[in-house]
């Protein structure tokens, strides 16, 4: 409420399909509604027990779903865009990959990337994470 009151834009990393389930369908909706995200993060896993459940998200939020070495979809309303990821032949630990993507992600929104160019963003900082051991 915080935020939103002074128009401070929030992210959501869904971060664990246990927890999602745990909480429940209807409880994962409501705190998705109320907290209106303006990005929600997610991996492939949490991406489909989400759609699995049948959440919609709040119209103009922008769902990230990173899959590994795979394309990451940037879901937003009814468009679907993928955004390529060099793939990392050196990887040390993917400890932290995903927190680094978002960081970056995030970073690049906020100078006014759009969501393709802050997935780009995410993808390097990723990358860095992987190439090092433990989360940094």
């Known amino acids: ?3 939103r009151e002074r128009a401070v834009p929030v992210s959501v990393d869904l971060s664990s399909v246990a ?3 745990a909480l429940g369908s209807e409880r994962v909706r409501t705190l998705l509604v109320d907290l209106s995200p303006a990005v929600v993060f997610a ?25 590994g070495g795979d394309p990451v979809q940037i879901r ?5 865009t993928l955004v390529a990821v060099d793939r990392v ?3 040390i630990d993917t ?12 970073v690049a929104a906020l100078r006014g990337e759009d969501p393709a160019g802050s997935a780009v963003a995410g993808c390097a900082s ?3 994470a992987l190439r090092r051991p433990g989360a940094l």
């Open 126 to 128: 990723a990358r860095g």
């Open 95 to 106: 400890t932290g990959a995903g927190d680094a993507f978002a960081a970056g992600y995030i």
């Open 19 to 21: 927890t999602m389930r």
């Open 43 to 67: 991996n492939a896993e949490e991406a489909v027990f989400l759609d699995e459940l049948r959440v919609g998200l709040p119209a103009g939020t922008v769902f990230v779903v990173k899959r």
């Open 89 to 91: 032949a050196d990887v």
């Open 1 to 3: 409420a915080w935020a």
């Open 76 to 80: 937003q309303d009814d468009d679907v």
